[in-house]
Nanobody
Framework: QVQLVESGGGLVQSGGSLRLSCAAS????????MAWYRQAPGKQRELVAA???????NYADSVKGRFTISRDNAKNTVSLQMASLKPEDTAVYIC???????????????WGQGTLVTVSS
């Protein structure tokens, strides 16, 4: 099995920056896409940013120009650099990865526990 562990959350003032990291461990064969989602209190989980194994990225409109997703395929890690943070960015940020499993050779969605980011006004 593959596990994801996030780190880097915390409290930051509006306009500040924060960097989240997520490390995959366990029986890793291959990881395709990696992503960050977030879930604010009382709201549905939403995609924040995603990155393919080739480095192509996709961002939610609300974070474009402020957040940057990156990954290290050799270390099986993904990071989210967040800048110009706003109070509405407050949420639990959850790491996601698509991990290849055998013998089916299908990709399984794996989720981390999440890390809380709080942006004060």
């Amino acid at each position: 099995q593959v596990q994801l562990v996030e780190s880097g959350g915390g409290l930051v003032q509006s306009g500040g920056s924060l960097r989240l990291s997520c490390a995959a461990s366990g029986s890793i064969i291959s990881i395709k896409n990696m992503a960050w989602y977030r879930q604010a209190p009382g709201k549905q989980r939403e995609l924040v940013a995603a990155i393919t194994s080739g480095g192509s990225t996709n961002y939610a409109d609300s974070v474009k120009g402020r957040f940057t997703i990156s990954r290290d395929n050799a270390k099986n890690t993904v990071s989210l650099q967040m800048a110009s943070l706003k109070p509405e960015d407050t949420a639990v940020y959850i790491c996601n990865a698509q991990s290849l499993v055998v013998p089916s050779y299908r990709y399984l969605e794996v989720w981390g526990q999440g890390t809380l980011v709080t942006v004060s006004s």
